[in-house]
């Protein structure tokens, strides 16, 4: 099983990233896939679900209206999207699968620093 995320880097605020999350190893249609982000000092956060057929799909509040999660089930593949990036997002953003009878995986995390 592999989660592998990538597209994390530094950007100025006010600007876009968008995040990818590559599984394998997994029936990645019968998973609900999550993003999910930690900042030094910070407990983990949630920032955003989309259910195995992207029809229910959840936000933090405080990325709502900026980010959109998606995914391509043909690509095996979730993407957040990221919009008018502040300071305050920055932090290591992880993807998470959470599948049938408690079979549930972590990626590796990728970084996004929000910084002028």
């Known amino acids: 099983v592999q989660l592998v995320e990538s597209g994390g880097g530094l950007v100025q605020p006010g600007g876009s990233l968008r995040l990818s999350c590559a599984a394998s190893?997994?029936?990645?249609?019968?998973?609900?896939m999550n993003w999910y982000r930690q900042a030094p000092g910070k407990e983990r956060e949630l920032v955003a679900t989309?259910?195995?057929?992207?029809?229910?799909?959840y936000y933090a509040d405080s990325v709502k209206d900026r980010f959109t999660i998606s995914r391509d089930n043909a690509k095996n593949t979730v993407y957040l999207q990221m919009n008018s990036l502040t300071p305050d997002d920055t932090a290591v953003y992880l993807c998470?699968?959470?599948?049938?009878?408690?079979?549930?995986?972590w990626g590796q995390g990728t970084q996004v620093t929000v910084s002028s």
């Open positions: 989309i259910d195995s057929r992207g029809e229910y799909i």
């Open positions: 998470y699968a959470m599948g049938p009878f408690g079979s549930n995986y």
């Open positions: 190893g997994f029936t990645f249609t019968r998973y609900t």
